[in-house]
Nanobody
Framework: QVQLVESGGGLVQAGGSLRLSCAASERTFSSSTMGWFRQVPGQEREFVAAISGWNDSTFYADSVKGRFTISRDNVKNTVYLQMSSLKPEDTAVYYC?????????????????WGQGTQVTVSS
């Protein structure tokens, strides 16, 4: 069973930066699409960013485009989410997820396995 372990969450002031990491136990990590989602209590899980396992193309939600960057290190089996110019509305639990698919990157139903989540809180 694939395990994903997120780290790097915390409390930051508006305008600050954080880098989230997600380490995967999967040997086929390099061919997996990896995504980041976030969720606020009482709301649906929201797509943030994804990096394709096919060609490393990246995809972003409009709300984070230009501020967040997703990347991967296939040697370390780790995917990162660099978050800059953070806003209070970015406050959420951030989840890392892995998918065997190379389409519908924003659809949570396409992801086969999930991490436990890490809290990001942005103060105003």
């Amino acid at each position: 069973q694939v395990q994903l372990v997120e780290s790097g969450g915390g409390l930051v002031q508006a305008g600050g930066s954080l880098r989230l990491s997600c380490a995967a136990s999967e040997r086929t990590f390099s061919s997996s699409t990896m995504g980041w989602f976030r969720q606020v209590p009482g709301q649906e899980r929201e797509f943030v960013a994804a990096i394709s396992g096919w060609n490393d193309s990246t995809f972003y939600a409009d709300s984070v485009k230009g501020r967040f960057t997703i990347s991967r290190d296939n040697v370390k089996n780790t995917v990162y989410l660099q978050m800059s110019s953070l806003k209070p509305e970015d406050t959420a639990v951030y989840y890392c997820a892995g998918s065997r698919y190379y389409s519908d990157y924003a659809a949570s139903r396409k992801y086969n396995y999930w991490g436990q989540g890490t809290q990001v809180t942005v103060s105003s």
